[in-house]
């Protein structure tokens, strides 16, 4: 593999960032680099620095005390090249062989992704910040609180939703209108969708997740979905084939799919000529679909590779809505297809407005 350097012989940052992502990202080391190049670098920044939060909430290592003052600390490195390098040297000691090799680097490399980020433009990196500093007061807050009895009811697990991927639909959002004033004329219905979008997406991963996330001590279903069908969620795992826990996981992939549905309206209101722009946000959605179609099918599946959907299927999706793009009328239709086994959730149940 020829690796791209500049003029000093170093490796450049675009190929920096994307073999970051390809280390610690499936799914964004395929999203990401079919944006425009001013969008591409910008939100390939913006993940690493969330995945740096990320790995700083699933640290096993770490004491409570311990991920609440790294998360501190990462705020403040964020502005300050010198503490950047005290915050990747300090953390670095303290990862434990449950954080990849690539998630190491990563921090190892930290001083080098807020070099990137203070090469962005003003907007972008008020945007990236804003979401890294919610991101990371938020995943702390649930870590006080979260255990394997689950979170407390629907409105709960919509707050924590909100602080690790709605932010992230608003971040980009903020990225896409201040790179295109065609796509800023939608401004205020993108931002009522965006919220949405993320959710969307990370119900998808917690349902996929749920019992590997069980194993580490964490469980992010909402308790009253459960206990409304007589059934605790601290005892799940006796309940798997019982036809009560099925529908609570119907529930919640109804509501999950919804979300999907408000995600689809978000890339319609992206201009047609946008194709990278509409890409990667359909890919996404199309990938989280196929993910919601095999836990439907499946709903006693016991881990998340069960319901993992293969690489075959990733580049149908990829293929399929790739070429659909241009196409709002299609790509409803395409949709339309793909969840119509899925359960619904009314809208006005919801309580929002597409």
């Known amino acids: ?23 610690v990202s499936r799914t964004f080391a395929l999203t990401i680099p079919v944006l425009p190049p001013p969008l591409r670098d910008a939100v390939g920044n913006a993940y690493l620095l969330c995945r740096i939060a990320d790995i700083i909430e699933d640290e096993t290592a770490l004491t409570l ?43 190892a490399e930290f001083p080098r992704v807020i070099g990137i980020l203070h090469g962005l433009s003003e ?57 295109s004033s065609e796509i800023n004329e939608e401004r205020q219905r993108l931002f009522q ?5 993320g959710q969307g997406l990370q119900m998808t991963n917690i349902l996929k997740d749920m019992w590997e996330d069980r194993q580490r001590g964490s469980c992010w279903l909402p308790r009253d979905v459960f206990e409304k069908l007589g059934l605790e969620l601290d005892s799940v795992t006796t309940y798997r084939d019982d036809p009560r826990f099925e529908d609570a996981i119907t529930e919640l992939l109804g ?29 996404a959605l199309g990938m ?4 919601l179609r095999r836990i439907h099918a499946t709903p006693t599946f016991t881990k998340g590779e069960n319901v993992k959907i293969s690489r075959r299927s990733v580049r149908a999706i990829m293929v399929s809505t790739s070429y659909m793009a241009r196409s709002n009328l299609v790509l409803r239709q395409f949709f339309a297809i793909l969840t119509r086994r ?13």
């Open 255 to 283: 509501i999950a799919r919804f979300h999907l549905d408000q995600a689809l309206k978000y890339v319609l209101l992206i201009p047609t000529r946008e194709i990278g722009i509409r890409q990667h946000c359909l890919w």
């Open 288 to 291: 989280a679909v196929l993910t």
């Open 193 to 197: 969708l965006s919220v949405s979008f």
């Open 342 to 354: 899925l359960p619904r959730c009314p809208e006005e149940q919801m309580g929002l407005q597409g």
């Open 1 to 23: 593999m020829v690796i791209a350097t500049n003029q000093l012989g170093q490796e450049d940052d675009h190929h920096f960032q994307a073999r970051m992502l390809d280390d």
């Open 65 to 107: 005390e311990q991920k609440k003052e790294f998360s501190d600390q990462l705020m403040s490195a964020i502005n300050d090249h010198n503490e950047a390098k005290l915050f990747a040297q300090n953390l670095t000691k303290h990862l434990s062989n449950t954080t990849s090799m690539g998630e190491k680097e990563l921090i």
């Open 123 to 179: 907007p972008q990196r008020e945007a990236i910040e804003k979401c890294v500093k919610i991101m990371s007061s938020g995943m702390m807050e649930f870590q006080v609180e979260n255990d394997n009895q689950g979170l407390q009811d629907l409105s709960e697990l919509n707050r924590y939703c909100y602080f690790v991927a709605g932010v992230v639909g608003e971040m980009l959002t903020e990225l896409f209108c201040d790179y």
